[in-house]
């Protein structure tokens, strides 16, 4: 029997491989997730359900009450394919993106307007992930198309109170953003508990930014002191000196040059003009060539992980900045799949993500097929994840909800849902956690509370001229949770609103907080 199970196993195998070489990635995706299934997997999701959570991935909010209905009556079999190209056309991708990518980034610690500029004129050019990875990690002042990613390095440069730089943290942030490892606690020693990261890992990395310093501009900025020498260290634990250059796991060392006093510049600082030169040996900028590379593994799998985690919930790799031989891929094959045709199609974003969104696994249903598939793993993905909306996705899908898209300023409001909804400071939003803070939120937010009273064009005011109870509960539900109600809940609606007829008003907008503040709206599922 054994032997029968590993032919078995083998002939599998071999007809996925087969079949890998002769589709397209989508399929491919399908038939390496379908090959570990290891049990039942949910149908496919609804029509519904999928355009929530296509417009929650790709335009960062719900779908208006006019998108809906003219999606779910269309009978064209590519609508879902026509749906995904048609928001990754949009200027609302570019936003959502741009918002993504700043939450995974900077990690809540600030903002600046030349940084989101030059986010969004990114992802609206399309322009390739490595090519925005160099422009973060070696940014030039002197091009204003792109100086604002300069504010990666500067916002990790500056001084919170009375505290030093945090050099270690920002060369941990390049470990763990760009290639996916997390060797902060590698400055000292040996990781302990990750055989994979070493000391020179850390110091290596520190070799390259740390002589990173920050400019007084009006703009992101930050200048380079020169390095004349390898970094010196020594492990706690193993009192022996070592030494290294600017260094990646996997790479060569780099040599650095020796130079005769003021002749490491190729343009000399002017503490007139605040010019802070040029460096022959810019150590930046190798980093900026060697790191995003098509052929540095850890950067393309880094990235390849991170936007599978976008849409699917999980990444292959979880945690997200945790790449290491002891944490290994819940399909190896299919990581190392979509790293190199990522790295093969020039780190393509809207290329990757339109496979992935095309693909049977991305538009599973989050209903389990049965008991078993209820119980599946979560790194199976035999059930559609179910994600928490980021504080951004909730005010721009809230805004859709009420019908408050004329009034409501959301550029003003950001701030105020970030404090409700969003991770402190430096914390990763990735898993989904509730706060008493948000809750409170919900119950007492003026603003909130006022898109739920009658106003011209909004949605109380619809449901309160009409008079049919049934049709309210039907655009309510289709407004607020892209979906009718069921039978259930529309008898509970209409009971609801013939018990409390004398208030009318204040029984309608107690039905739309209660939506909006339903789990099943403040998840994507």
């Not at 949009?90 to 741009?98: C, G, L, P, Q």
């Not at 890992?201 to 007084?216: I, P």
């Not at 799949?337 to 809207?350: G, Q, R, T």
């Not at 970030?418 to 990735?430: G, L, Y």
């Amino acid at each position: 029997m054994p032997r029968m199970a590993s032919l078995t196993l083998a002939l599998c195998a071999t007809m996925v491989s087969s079949a890998l070489g002769q589709s397209s990635l989508h399929d491919q995706i399908d038939a390496l997730i379908e090959a570990k299934a290891a049990g039942p997997l949910a149908a496919q999701t609804s029509d519904a359900e999928f355009l929530r959570r296509v417009y929650l991935d790709f335009a960062g909010r719900i779908p208006s009450l006019e998108e809906s209905p003219a999606f779910l009556a269309d009978a064209d079999a590519a609508k879902r394919e026509k749906l995904v190209d048609k928001l990754l056309a949009s200027d609302e991708y570019a936003k959502r993106m741009s918002q993504v990518f700043h939450v995974m980034l900077l990690e809540r610690l600030g903002d600046h307007k030349e940084w989101q500029k030059y986010l969004q004129d990114s992802f609206a050019a399309n322009k390739p992930w490595d090519v925005m990875a160099r422009e973060m990690l070696n940014p030039s002042a002197e091009n204003e198309a792109t100086r604002g990613a300069a504010l990666f390095f500067s916002k990790r440069l500056e001084n919170y109170g009375q505290n030093p730089v945090d050099v270690p943290g920002m060369v941990r942030d390049v470990g763990r953003l760009f290639m996916g490892i997390d060797v902060q606690c590698c400055q000292c020693h040996d990781h302990l508990f990750v055989d994979d990261y070493k000391q020179e890992y850390y110091q290596g990395l520190f070799a390259f930014v740390g002589q990173a310093t920050l400019r007084q501009e009006s703009f992101p900025a930050i200048a380079e002191k020169p390095l004349a020498k390898k970094v010196e260290f020594m492990s706690v634990f193993v009192k022996e000196p070592k030494k290294v250059g600017p260094y990646l796991p996997g790479l060569k060392e780099i040599e650095i040059p020796v130079y005769a006093n003021g002749e490491e510049w190729e343009i000399k600082p002017d503490p007139k003009t605040k010019n802070p030169g040029k460096l022959k040996f810019s150590t930046l900028k190798i980093l900026s060539e060697q790191l995003p590379s098509p052929d540095n593994q850890l950067f393309k799998k880094n990235i390849a992980n991170r936007l599978w985690w976008l849409l699917l919930g999980r990444g292959l790799v979880q945690p997200l900045d945790m790449q290491h031989a002891g944490n290994a891929p819940s399909h190896p094959e299919l990581l190392e799949l979509l790293a190199n045709e990522f790295a093969a199609h020039k780190f393509d974003m809207k290329w990757l993500l339109r496979e992935i969104a095309l693909s049977k696994t991305y538009q599973r249903g989050s209903q389990a097929a049965d008991d078993a598939a209820a119980e599946a793993p979560r790194e199976s993905y035999r059930v559609a994840l179910e994600k928490p909306l980021s504080s951004e996705q909730l005010l721009a899908s809230m805004i859709a909800a009420t019908g408050e898209s004329a009034r409501a300023k959301p550029d003003e409001l950001q701030e105020r849902f970030a404090k409700a909804f969003a991770n402190p400071p430096r914390e990763p939003e990735v898993e989904f956690s509730p706060t008493v803070k948000a809750a409170l939120f919900y119950l007492n937010d003026s603003v909130v509370l006022g898109w739920l009273k009658p106003a011209p064009g909004n949605l109380a005011a619809r449901l309160f001229e009409t008079k049919e109870n049934g049709k309210l509960a039907e655009e309510m539900y289709l407004s607020i949770l892209t979906r009718l109600p069921g039978e259930d809940e529309k008898k509970d609606v209409v009971d609801y609103l013939a018990k409390h007829a004398a208030n009318r008003e204040t029984a309608i907008r107690n039905l739309l907080w209660s939506l909006l503040a339903s789990n099943e709206f403040c998840m994507n599922h």
